[in-house]
């Protein structure tokens, strides 16, 4: 450990400390202890604080122990003469600072509430965006699982321009990273200069703009704390899992850009506690023995064309950059772009003409592998703003290829489409919506692009189950109605087929580990009447994604006798999940929430829970923020229940689920359901009500109550009784 960064850590880590001490007392003076603190929307309080200490800080008062703690493991000042090593003291320094940046971040959501946006994108007059809530967490921390983004790169301060701000922003998203951004050098910052640059930063295209300090960074700390917590279920306060999960796991790394300050050489220090090395652009003495990070600690004064390179190097990430032939970047650091108003050049579906994506499979000698036609009006033809329908035929050959593949290769199409830059895709099938940005199409990007994406990934992805890909894309009216016609009697066909599957007539289920990577211990299992948590496999998909691949996360699971029917519950699932468990869990029940059910892991779309009071059950979907009956937001339940394990009176599902006959049928079904959000109960109208006519009640969408109801178990009551819901009459749930 070099001596100069060492005192430079431990001067900044006095400063921090000092300010953060300094807007804690004036905060006492002025709101008491008893005022309630806090990040917005999370389950984790101060993350940082939370993970590593274990204490929860809810009220001004809960920081007077963090502060004297900070105060104890503050090292003196590295005077002239001190005896080595400074690692240690480093290390500690760097640890309290972010602590005492937490603390001068919550006080600022007290005393300037509106500082950040508290949103995932930036608005028209503020781009910081402060602490991401746990709904960014879950969505975001769902990219760290299957792998579309393996880290971050925390940016402080600015590039020498605006040009080398945006190459290297875009090359650290054509490696899939997130760029994390706080503080400013020179007084510019990473974030404004892209912003100047016309560059569209937020969450959805993983540029973030934490906050315009250095104390900011620690909202990029706090994140990843947050994700081994929430995906590797590891417990507040077990610091050294927590620790080792991110050195492991993710793959971060600090960037300063500029003239490294006391108070950057003391978030860095912060940072390699976590196993987060920092590479600068500037001449700082160098940490390069390995231990704590993987590789190096501190590497400096790298040009700025060699930086990500050399950032990906020390971190020792392996990245596999697509090569697809389109002349706009691509890459998933591109999905959550958006096209909007004036930037769009041609747009297609939406409800505004008819758009859809069908694959589709043929005979060998039918295809040309390769082959791309645009039938109909290209780009070029039209003027910009114009609207076309569009179909969009994959034609798939090979001797692997099923029928049963084609709805696993059609779904990859929205998010292959996605990753160009320029080109936003929502929906799938006869309900898809594209729209093409102007810059895209001056960048030479055409409709054509579309079939080379769809050609060069899908081989490179599934070029197991194929041999030849051709794609045919029409925009002319009649054309494109044809296409549809077909295609929506195919998608019946698919439908019907597992609908009309049922667990009883099926031996072989499906298991998905894909979790497993951030919750250790979570197993699904997938049987053709529960589908996947997180909402993204069905049975279907996972005896695909088996034959695809079949060493893969979705293994054959013989479900073996059965030990019980009504909560469904076999032995060699349960072996199966034994061994999958690595011995933490030994069984579990698929239609039960009550009794042992199935273990709930972070990425869950929905979570149900008990509500004694009604007799019934409730459930909350991912994407509402409010109250629930059970007494905790989704937030909450997803920190409680969802770190791999089995949690009485809790279960994860998809929304999907809801419908399916086997819904918590152990525990009565449907019909226990008293309340769920609105906005879910208007997403699965058409089958719920569908599945409400099949249990013989209607109406039931009508007696399910929601948050314009009450989110109290108390406050909905008379309305149940009101409706005469089912469940108040059927046998008592804890029987
Ligand atoms: Fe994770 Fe289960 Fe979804 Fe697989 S099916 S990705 S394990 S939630
Ligand atoms: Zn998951």
């Given at each position: 450990m070099s001596k100069i960064i060492a005192s430079a850590a431990i001067r900044g880590a006095h400063k921090i400390l000092g300010n953060a001490e300094a807007k804690w007392k004036s905060a006492m003076e002025k709101w008491g202890a008893n005022e309630p603190v806090g990040f917005p929307n999370t389950a984790y309080y101060l993350p940082v604080i939370y993970g590593i200490l274990g204490m929860k800080i809810a009220k001004l008062g809960d920081m007077e122990p963090v502060l004297k703690k900070c105060r104890v493991m503050l090292p003196p000042l590295v005077k002239e003469v001190h005896p080595l090593p400074y690692l240690g003291p480093t290390l500690d320094a760097g640890m309290l600072t972010l602590f005492a940046e937490e603390i001068i971040e919550a006080i600022r959501y007290l005393e300037t509430p509106d500082f950040y946006t508290k949103t995932e994108d930036v608005t028209a007059d503020n781009i910081w965006l402060g602490a991401a809530d746990d709904i960014i967490l879950r969505k975001r921390g769902v990219e760290f699982v299957d792998g579309t983004a393996p880290g971050f790169a925390a940016i402080v301060g600015a590039a020498p321009t605006k040009e080398i701000a945006v190459s290297i922003a875009q090359e650290l998203q054509q490696k899939n990273l997130y760029v994390f951004m706080a503080s400013e050098y020179n007084g510019k910052r990473f974030s404004e200069q892209l912003v100047e640059a016309g560059v569209q930063i937020g969450w959805p295209t993983r540029l973030v703009s934490f906050g315009p300090d250095i104390s900011a960074a620690v909202f990029a700390m706090g994140f990843a704390t947050r994700a081994a917590m929430s995906f590797g279920g590891i417990e507040p306060g077990d610091f050294r899992k927590i620790l080792i999960y991110n050195k492991d796991r993710v793959f971060a790394f600090v960037l300063p850009m500029g003239f490294v300050s006391d108070e950057w050489y003391a978030n860095a220090a912060g940072a390699i506690n976590w196993g987060f090395p920092t590479i600068a652009d500037t001449p700082i003495p160098e940490i390069l023995p390995t231990g704590i990070c993987t590789y190096e600690h501190v590497v400096s004064n790298i040009p700025h064309d060699k930086l990500v390179a050399k950032a990906v190097e020390v971190r020792g990430l392996k990245v596999t950059v697509a090569n697809v032939p389109v002349p706009v970047a691509y890459g998933p650091a591109f999905e959550g772009e958006r096209v909007r108003g004036d930037d769009i050049y041609l747009e297609c579906g939406g409800g505004k003409t008819h758009m859809v994506e069908w694959v589709t499979t043929k005979q060998m000698n039918e295809i040309e592998d390769g082959k791309i036609e645009v039938v109909g009006q290209e780009l070029a033809d039209i003027k910009p703003g114009s609207r076309l329908p569009l179909a969009i035929a994959v034609e798939v050959a090979g001797r692997q290829m099923q029928e049963d593949y084609e709805p696993i290769l059609e779904r990859q199409i929205h998010h292959l489409i996605n990753y160009a830059q320029g080109v936003m895709h929502i929906g799938q099938r006869d309900i898809a919506w594209i729209r093409i940005s102007k810059q895209a199409v001056e960048k030479?990007?055409?409709?054509?692009d579309i079939g080379v994406i769809l050609h060069a990934k899908l081989h490179q992805d599934f070029g197991r189950i194929f041999d030849k890909i051709q794609v045919k894309l029409y925009t002319k009216e009649e054309d494109v109605n044809k296409v549809v016609e077909k295609a929506r009697s195919v998608y019946g066909v698919r439908d019907a087929r597992i609908e009309g599957m049922t667990d009883e007539t099926t031996d072989t289920y499906y298991s998905c580990t894909l979790c497993q990577s951030f919750a250790p211990s979570h197993v699904c299992v997938i049987s053709p009447e529960r589908t996947g948590l997180c909402g993204s496999y069905n049975w279907m998909d996972c005896k695909a994604s088996f034959e695809i691949n079949p060493t893969g996360p979705n293994q054959p699971v013989p479900k073996g006798e059965t030990v019980d029917a009504k909560l469904g519950q076999w032995k060699g699932v349960n072996d199966f999940v034994y061994k999958a468990s690595r011995q933490k869990i030994d069984h579990y029940n698929f239609y039960s929430l009550v009794y042992d059910p199935m273990t709930t892991c972070g990425c869950c779309e929905c979570i149900a829970a008990i509500l004694p009071g009604c007799n019934g059950i409730m459930t909350v979907n991912r994407d509402y923020a409010g109250e629930t009956p059970c007494g905790m937001k989704f937030t909450t339940l997803a920190g409680t229940v969802g770190g791999g394990l089995s949690t009485s009176g809790f279960v994860g599902h998809s929304k999907y689920n809801v419908c399916q006959r086997k819904f918590v049928l152990g525990d009565g079904g449907l019909k226990r359901m008293v309340w769920m959000p609105k906005m879910l109960k208007e997403e699965i109208a058409d089958r719920l009500n569908a599945r409400a006519k099949e249990i013989g009640i209607p109406n039931f969408i009508d007696m399910i109550a929601d948050e314009t109801i009450g989110v109290t178990e108390e406050d909905i009551m008379p309305f149940l009784q009101e409706k005469g819901h089912p469940a108040l009459s059927m046998e008592p749930i804890l029987g």
């Open positions: 030479g990007f055409k409709l054509r």
